[in-house]
């Protein structure tokens, strides 16, 4: 597959509306696969609101091919070969998606809608996913137990068997690279269904993936809906992992799927992350922050900094300056080099996030700016929300509590750190965290104190693949992403003898 370059994918896309030889069949055992059923579904560019190429509408049959496929992978070749050499698989790959980076970006824009600048900082994320997993696969190691002279005691991780993967829409490739790639550093083989509306970039990492060495069965991709697809995948007793990122609703379905077979999980499942600004910050690295954690991806990220929770002494001007930035934000189709904000995935939900708004004016909070569905000139049929800021009335209202997943940000003014904590924790989600301080005494007193998966400081969405991430209470359990990540596809195996 020729990779090309970025200028001349950018303008096919932009001339004919797609790319050429996209995949339309499910990747199972080695190969793309027509469809058992015969049936496509169309996915659409919400840039401008129309479908631009077609994928298989995959069924309870083809998840039955890729298990059955997948089982058979884990007990052959794949489970016999070296550490090592796994490694170097992952590796190839890495070295792959950069030299086809370019492409992998353009599809991924086309797909989702965000930014290609953003779609361009996924694919090096992803490159570097399977390097970081790549140097993991041989440091797997376990531990010597202290028994007496006559034992001998150790330990061993082994690989948990087949692996299931449910994919958001809103970083495809990004969440697709972040649980295969650990799970096949520790020796699993994976089942991967990507969300329907973003198909593309799973189905070309396996791809990329066989052509760097890995065996026929080992990664395969079925896409089509959640309930015609994923349902049958997480209820299948040939699985024995699930790793699931979305919504909370959807996630206690895959909890209830799994119970039936004694399946292990990971769900990463949302948030309403606070990020706090102290009267001590710097307020340009703060707006910075600010603008970031709301507005990347049109704020269609699971940590996004949806409630932005500020000093009193501070909110006045800091609210103004906040406001004066979002003015100068241009939205419009991601190809385009000079859009700051893209659209939201699909038109149902542009409908929800405009509920959620619609609601929080009704009940008497405060639309600072935005609050509305636009239409950015060439874009019209597209799906874009206006970036938005709503100071809300009381923490107890749903513009506070409930995840909108769009470019909506809460604003809440407190007094002190005590009240900034209080705030913090005073919704059912605890996934990620933020403050922005000049005193490190008083941000490490708030990362003690906030129930989050993690706490960013002076910097939101800091680190890499090198960091956990995952969440508590209504945002799950589990880690994805570093060390711990590739732990969670491993189960513990201890051995004692005596000599």
Excluded at 144 to 168: F, M, N, R
Excluded at 217 to 246: C, K, S, W, Y
Excluded at 320 to 346: C, Y
Aim: aromatic residues 6%.
């Amino acid at each position: 597959m020729s990779a090309g370059s970025r200028d001349a994918l950018v303008a096919e896309a932009r001339t004919t509306g797609t790319l050429a030889g996209l995949p339309d069949g499910h990747f199972i055992d080695g190969a793309f696969v027509p469809p058992a059923a015969g049936r496509f579904m169309d996915s659409e560019d919400p840039g401008f609101g129309r479908p631009f190429a077609r994928f298989a509408a995959g069924d309870a049959a083809d998840v039955e091919r890729a298990v059955t496929s997948a089982g058979k992978a884990s007990r052959g070749a794949w489970r016999r070969m070296s550490p090592a050499e796994r490694g170097r698989i992952l590796m190839r790959a890495a070295e792959i998606v950069r030299a086809e980076a370019a492409r992998l970006a353009v599809v991924e824009c086309l797909d989702t809608g965000k930014r290609l600048a953003e779609a361009e900082g996924d694919v090096r994320g992803v490159a570097r996913c399977f390097e970081y997993y790549a140097g993991a696969c041989d440091k797997l190691q376990g531990d010597s137990l202290p028994l007496d002279a006559d034992h001998v005691g150790l330990t061993v991780w082994e690989p948990v068997g087949v692996a299931a993967q449910i994919i958001p829409w809103n970083y495809p490739i990004s969440t697709a690279a972040r649980g295969i790639a650990p799970a096949l550093a520790a020796g699993c083989t994976v089942v991967a269904k990507p969300a329907e509306q973003t198909p593309f970039t799973a189905l070309m990492l396996a791809d990329i993936l066989a052509r760097a060495g890995l065996p026929a069965g080992v990664l395969n991709v079925v896409t089509g809906t959640g309930r015609e697809a994923g349902a049958p995948l997480v209820a299948h007793p040939g699985v024995d992992h699930i790793t699931f990122t979305g919504s909370v609703p959807t996630g206690i379905g895959v909890i209830k799927a799994a119970a039936d077979n004694v399946t292990r999980t990971v769900m990463e499942l949302g948030g309403k992350s606070p990020l706090v600004v102290m009267a001590d910050a710097d307020r340009d690295r703060a707006l910075d922050g600010v603008m970031e954690a709301i507005f990347e991806n049109a704020g269609q990220i699971c940590s996004a900094g949806s409630r932005l929770i500020l000093q009193r002494a501070v909110a006045d001007p800091f609210i103004e300056a906040l406001l004066g930035r979002i003015a100068r934000l241009r939205l419009g189709h991601g190809l385009d080099d000079a859009t700051d904000m893209g659209p939201v995935n699909s038109a149902l939900h542009l409908s929800r996030i405009d509920a959620h708004v619609a609601a929080a004016r009704r009940a008497g909070n405060t639309i600072l700016t935005g609050g509305a569905i636009c239409h950015p000139d060439g874009c019209e049929a597209g799906h874009y929300f206006a970036p938005t800021v709503v100071l809300a009335r009381g923490l107890d209202d749903p513009i506070v509590q409930e995840e909108v997943f769009g470019p909506v940000l809460a604003v809440t003014v407190v007094d002190d750190l005590d009240a900034a904590i209080a705030a913090a924790n005073a919704t059912p989600y605890a996934l990620v965290a933020g403050i922005y301080t000049a005193d490190l005494g008083q941000a490490f007193r708030f990362a003690r104190a906030v129930d989050a998966g993690q706490v960013y400081i002076n910097e939101y969405f800091a680190g890499g693949i090198e960091v956990p991430f995952g969440g508590n209470r209504k945002s799950g359990f589990g880690r994805e992403k570093g060390l711990e990540g590739l732990r969670g596809y491993c189960k513990l195996k201890s051995i004692v003898a005596r000599i």
